[in-house]
């Protein structure tokens, strides 16, 4: 199993940024995928879900309305496009398999994306 994400880097406040999981060696479109993230001195937080199918999504109330996350099944891909990024925003994020409900519920962790967001 594995977990690969990328699209993270700097962006100014009020800016955007896609990130991207490429997912392999398991049956992508079986499994919950979560996103999290951790700030400096935080602790790992979740910021998205999504069912199997796609139909169903969660998301922190941090995020709510700005951040939606989305899956390719096609591409064993997961999706998570920010928009109207703050600083508070600034964090290590993480793709997951599982972990809908908390994170000790994480099957695999993905290596890691900065973004920063910063003028």
């Known amino acids: 199993v594995q977990l690969v994400e990328s699209g993270g880097g700097l962006v100014q406040p009020g800016g955007s940024l896609r990130l991207s999981c490429a997912a392999s060696g398991f049956r992508f479109s079986s499994y919950v995928m979560t996103w999290y993230r951790q700030a400096p001195g935080k602790e790992r937080e979740l910021v998205a879900g999504i069912s199997g199918t796609g139909r169903t999504t969660n998301y922190a109330d941090s995020v709510k309305g700005r951040f939606t996350i989305s899956r390719d099944n096609a591409k064993n891909t997961l999706y998570l496009q920010m928009n109207s990024l703050t600083p508070e925003d600034t964090a290590v994020y993480y793709c997951?398999?599982?972990?809908?409900?908390?994170?000790?519920?994480?099957?695999?962790w993905g290596q890691g994306t900065q973004v920063t967001v910063s003028s």
């Open positions: 997951a398999k599982g972990g809908w409900y908390r994170r000790a519920d994480v099957e695999t």
